[in-house]
T-cell receptor, first 112, second 114 residues
Framework: GENVEQHPSTLSVQEGDSAVIKCTYS??????FPWYKQELGKRPQLIIDIRSNVGEKKDQRIAVTLNKTAKHFSLHITETQPEDSAVYFC???????????FGAGTRLFVKA | EAQVTQNPRYLITVTGKKLTVTCSQN?????MSWYRQDPGLGLRQIYYSMNVEVTDKGDVPEGYKVSRKEKRNFPLILESPSPNQTSLYFC?????????????FGDGTRLSIL
C-alpha cells in the first residue's frame, strides 16, 4: 500500500541554525503535500503545504521543496527558535482520493 | 469560532465496555476523518466520511465503527474495546471531498483500555 517515509525521527539543532526534514512517498499519483506541526499535548496544525504543480513554496522562515521525479519533499526551517520545538508530520494525498498518508513524525528540539 | 470538538478528552475504561467518542465540526465541512496516533507510527487513518451516510475504511479500521447521520457529527464507536486500542485519537475535517485541502484537527482524545 501507499506509504510516506520521514527522516530523521529526531533532530536537535542550536537556536539560529537551520533544520531540514525529508519525506519520500510511494504513490506517484500523490499531488498534495501538507506539513503539520504538533506541539506537546496539542493537535496537529498546518504550517505549510505544496501542490504538485510547483517545486517550492516559502512562508517567512519556513519553506517546502518538492521533487516529483524522485517522489521526495522536504521542510526547511531557517533561523530556528525555541518555539519551533515540536513534532512535525509530513503527509501526502492524491487528487480525487480520500486518504491522507502521514509520515511517522520528526521530533525537533531547538536548543537555546 | 471555527473548530472541531471531540469528547471526551480523556477516558480510562475496561476491556469490552462499549464506548463512543464524539466529534463535531461547525464549519459545514463535507469530509471528516478519524486518526489514531501512536509513538513512532505517526497518524494512521481509521475511517473517513465523504458526506452524510457515506463512509469508508482507512488503513486501520479493525475494531472500530463510525456513522455519519448529520453533516456536523462523526462519532467513533468501539463496540468491544481492547488494550491495543489504547491510543491518542484525533478527529479532523476539511471543506470538500477533493484532497488538495488541509485538514482541521480536534484537540484529541486519549483513550486507555485496561
Amino acid at each position: 500500500g501507499e506509504n510516506v517515509e520521514q527522516h530523521p525521527s529526531t533532530l536537535s539543532v542550536q537556536e539560529g541554525d537551520s533544520a531540514v526534514i525529508k519525506c519520500t512517498y510511494s504513490d506517484s499519483a500523490s499531488n498534495y503535500f501538507p506539513w503539520y506541526k504538533q506541539e506537546l499535548g496539542k493537535r496537529p496544525q498546518l504550517i505549510i503545504d505544496i501542490r504538485s504543480n510547483v517545486g517550492e513554496k516559502k512562508d517567512q522562515r519556513i519553506a517546502v521543496t518538492l521533487n516529483k521525479t524522485a517522489k521526495h519533499f522536504s521542510l526547511h526551517i531557517t533561523e530556528t527558535q525555541p518555539e519551533d520545538s515540536a513534532v512535525y508530520f509530513c503527509a501526502a494525498s492524491r487528487a480525487g482520493g480520500f486518504k491522507t498518508i502521514f509520515g511517522a513524525g520528526t521530533r525537533l528540539f531547538v536548543k537555546a | 469560532e471555527a473548530q472541531v470538538t471531540q469528547n471526551p478528552r480523556y477516558l480510562i475504561t475496561v476491556t469490552g465496555k462499549k464506548l463512543t467518542v464524539t466529534c463535531s465540526q461547525n464549519m459545514n465541512h463535507e469530509y471528516m476523518s478519524w486518526y489514531r496516533q501512536d509513538p513512532g507510527l505517526g497518524l494512521r487513518q481509521i475511517y473517513y466520511s465523504m458526506n452524510v451516510e457515506v463512509t469508508d475504511k482507512g488503513d486501520v479500521p479493525e475494531g472500530y465503527k463510525v456513522s455519519r447521520k448529520e453533516k456536523r457529527n462523526f462519532p467513533l464507536i468501539l463496540e468491544s474495546p481492547s488494550p491495543n486500542q489504547t491510543s491518542l485519537y484525533f478527529c479532523a475535517s476539511r471543506p470538500g471531498t477533493g484532497s488538495n485541502q488541509p485538514q482541521h484537527f480536534g484537540d484529541g482524545t486519549r483513550l486507555s483500555i485496561l
